[in-house]
């Protein structure tokens, strides 16, 4: 058993599990912040409304599931730039009981795409294409991930579970600063596109600021369509019609045969052990799984615990690390169904020993003696939330519509954004660019693929139990994130609060250079250049949103931190039973 993670809340009435649980708690009695403590669950989470939403469930019987399906629904509905029912994403559950799952609700390439997909006349890659509209639209998978999730794993009725949204959208959201500023930044992109342009914009074409109400009926009409009729609304009926319709009308590949054809696959869970804890993560087509067992595998021998913490030469270690594993993840994979991904074999000493024996202590190594260059990390907007209920079932779920507010599409009718996923696959064969993109075979578009996804939640259980509960967003910069933290809470023991808090580096192999968040302070960026890396500020403010849950198995007691490098939220249930 490892050290107690999380405090003991403030004493409190021991809040069994009654009937009077079920009784609605009102968001005044939720208990909430940046961080919350609670015996009852918890969720964090990258908005308020839609973590109070999460915490109303559980408060009324709700288990974790049930709560991360309300949760993405309402995010849909109020944080629109990744919150989504046009993307699609992954859920790693696991159950008190032990059984764990990984639910890739992953968008598909529709059946007529192929690998020249984002390329013009000439052979270039067209990046408005790849950004923009309705090529990059890959079938979403959302919908048929949280039907499924529930369909195994829920206790409520799921249409109770998408009320909450459906509400939110019909009556209207006061609109806070955060989406204020991405309407701003995005207007004219959304402005290309008639649906877009009305549900996010005024009639002249300015974004809704900070404070007015944003009312999405559409949506609120696809969300009760969906509510009433499940996973076939939105795949086989009048939702699937109109995103068809849009489609075709602009000579996109994706078609009504595509919609009716998507499955989320629920596969199993990729686990590996360190220091005596479990970590559990998703399989390909999410690369972050391997990438991060990789790196744990990498670093375990150099003992970094004696270290104490992310010392520079921790951080050299583990941007040594990365490096590799990066070079791997382009190299090898890929969509599982698609081609053969030899996972084993990634995580195997035959391959990592001789990976290890090539990483100096003393000194940084070049990023081209170990295969073809990658291309560069993206910005937003994907999101992360992690939930844990009172039995100690949890909840890691990340997803995306890929760039922030997706391809700006919205499909006529349907009030919500559709994904540009389909551009995270390699654009060209055989093209790969020491500062740009990358044409490696296992990640080429192909009709029916889902494109690699560095996208990585992450459970750790000890004994069984679950401890922490852990992701981010931030392309592929969420690897080094989600790993960075994981190994924080691992390794050196650092309670939640700070190992989310510690500025976070990122080296993604190619471009070879060693990124860091303005907070890593001047000394240790000079350490870390005396070790001859080419140490450079990321080019956005922070890395990643990592709203994370940290729990007590002893005790139960969870500890939901929300990662305040955004507004996010963590909210629990009212600690007492209210009175009938
Ligand atoms: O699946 C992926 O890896 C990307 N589509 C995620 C994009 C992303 O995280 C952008 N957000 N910050």
């Keep these: 058993m490892g050290p107690a993670l999380v405090a003991a809340p403030a004493p409190q009435a021991a809040a069994a599990p009654t009937a009077e649980a079920a009784a609605p708690a009102t968001q005044a009695t939720l208990r909430g912040g940046r961080e ?46 990744a919150g989504n029912l046009g993307g699609g994403g992954f859920m790693l559950v696991a159950l008190s009981d032990g059984r764990t799952a990984a639910i890739d609700y992953r968008e598909t390439a529709p059946r007529r795409v192929d690998e020249a997909l984002f390329l013009d006349a000439r052979g270039a890659v067209d990046q408005e294409r790849r950004a923009f509209g309705h090529h990059a639209v890959g079938v979403p998978g959302t919908v048929a991930g949280l039907v499924e999730a529930h369909r195994r ?15 939110l959208a019909e009556e209207g959201i006061v609109v806070q600063p955060a989406l204020a500023a991405g309407l701003a930044e995005h207007a004219r992109d959304l402005a290309r596109f008639p649906a877009s342009a ?27 369509a969906i509510a009433e009729g499940g996973a076939a609304a939105f795949y086989d009926g009048a939702i699937a019609t109109l995103i068809a319709a849009e489609m075709e009308r602009a000579g996109a590949p994706l078609d009504a045969r595509d919609l009716a054809a998507y499955r989320p696959i629920v596969r199993d ?8 804890a479990e970590l559990l993560l998703m399989p390909p087509p999410s690369s972050g799984g391997v990438a991060l067992a990789q790196m744990v595998a990498l670093l375990a021998p150099f003992d970094l615990r004696r270290e104490g913490g992310f010392t520079p030469r921790a951080r050299h270690l583990f941007a040594e690390a990365s490096r590799r594993a990066f070079a791997d993840r382009a190299s090898w994979l890929g969509d599982p169904e698609a081609s053969a991904i030899p996972v084993a074999r990634l995580l195997d000493e035959s391959h990592l020993a001789p990976l290890r024996a090539t990483i100096d202590p003393q000194r940084a190594s070049r990023s081209d003696a170990f295969g073809p260059p990658l291309a560069e990390p993206r910005g937003s907007s994907t999101t992360h939330f992690s939930i844990v209920d009172a039995a100690g079932n949890a909840v890691a779920n990340t997803y995306t519509l ?59 259980r000890r004994d069984g139990a679950v401890v922490l509960v852990t992701g981010s967003p931030g392309g592929r910069t969420i690897i080094s994130t989600v ?14 609060p700070q190992a989310i808090a510690r500025p976070r580096q990122h080296h993604g192999w190619f471009p070879d250079a060693l990124r860091h968040e303005a907070a890593l302070d001047e000394a240790t960026r000079a350490a870390l250049a005396a070790y001859g ?9 922070w890395q990643g949103d990592a709203h994370s849950i ?9 500890q939901a931190v929300a990662d305040d490098r955004v507004e996010g939220w963590a909210a629990a249930p009212p600690d007492e039973v209210p009175p009938r």
Excluded: W
Excluded at 153 to 167: C, I
Excluded at 198 to 224: I, K, M, N
Excluded at 533 to 541: G, I, L, T, Y
């Design 483 to 496: 790993t960075q933290i994981v190994f924080d809470v691992v390794e050196f023991e650092t309670p939640l």
């Design 533 to 541: 890396h080419v140490v450079e500020p990321a080019k956005q403010r």
């Design 269 to 276: 869970v990729l686990t590996v052990r360190h220091r005596g």
């Design 198 to 224: 009305a549900q996010f914009l005024h009639a002249d074409g300015t974004p809704y600021e900070a404070g007015e109400r944003l009312v999405q009926r559409d949506l609120a009409q696809s969300l009760r």
């Design 153 to 167: 794993f829920g206790t409520l009725p799921f249409a109770a579970l998408v009320e909450p949204a459906q509400r």
């Design 402 to 460: 890929e760039e922030r507010f997706g391809g700006k599409l919205v499909a006529p009718g349907t009030g919500f954004l559709l994904n540009n996923e389909l551009q995270d696959f390699n654009p060209q064969r055989g093209v790969t660019t020491r500062d740009g993109q990358i044409g490696t075979e296992p990640n080429l578009a192909r009709g029916g693929r889902r494109p690699l996804s560095s996208m990585t939640p992450c459970i750790v």
């Design 36 to 81: 919350v403590t609670s015996r009852r669950g918890a969720v964090a989470c990258v908005e308020r409304r839609a973590a109070e939403i999460g915490a109303a469930v559980l408060a009324r019987g709700g288990n974790a599931i049930d709560a991360a399906v309300a949760v993405a629904f309402a995010l849909a509905v109020t944080y629109p730039e």
């Design 550 to 558: 940290a729990r007590d198995p002893a005790s139960g007691v969870v």
